[in-house]
């Protein structure tokens, strides 16, 4: 009876270890066609808000952070992000400073990005709930 048991729970881990294995590959194959993420940049009076996901380049960043600097003076240091061959972000690591003493860092792998957009949101509205906020961000519906 003891053999039998152990002989299923082996199998049990067998099977779990596998359907793991399948989904990180199917995650990678499948990540940037099965889930349509894109680089969203919202900035009006009242609110800054930036979406980043596997999708971003390194040259949206960097239009994202002048922009950011030139029309609300806030900086994003993403010098710490990578970027595979294609020039698409593996690794999101950046610090955010709105200059009005609102600031953080996030860090976030390659299986996240690939799942949804992260970034900040920074409300200028007098009454905001949340005037800044860092992390998964939801996209807008055009």
């Not at 806030?74 to 003493?101: H, P, Q, V």
């Amino acid at each position: 009876m003891k053999k039998t048991s152990n002989k299923i729970l082996a199998a049990l881990i067998i099977v779990s270890v596998l359907i793991g294995m399948a989904l990180i590959i199917f995650v990678k194959i499948k990540g940037k066609e099965g889930i349509q993420l894109k680089t969203e940049l919202i900035i009006n009076d009242e609110k800054v808000k930036v979406c980043l996901s596997s999708a971003s380049s390194e040259e949206e960043i960097e239009r994202i952070a002048l922009q950011l600097m030139d029309e609300k003076n806030i900086s994003i240091d993403f010098s710490a992000c990578t970027f595979d061959r294609d020039g698409e972000l593996k690794k999101l690591e950046i610090a955010i400073d709105c200059n009005d003493g609102h600031k953080d860092t996030l860090c976030v792998g390659e299986f996240e990005l690939k799942m949804r957009c992260w970034g900040f949101e920074r409300d200028y509205s007098e009454n905001a709930k949340e005037p800044f906020k860092i992390g998964k961000m939801e996209e807008s519906i055009d």
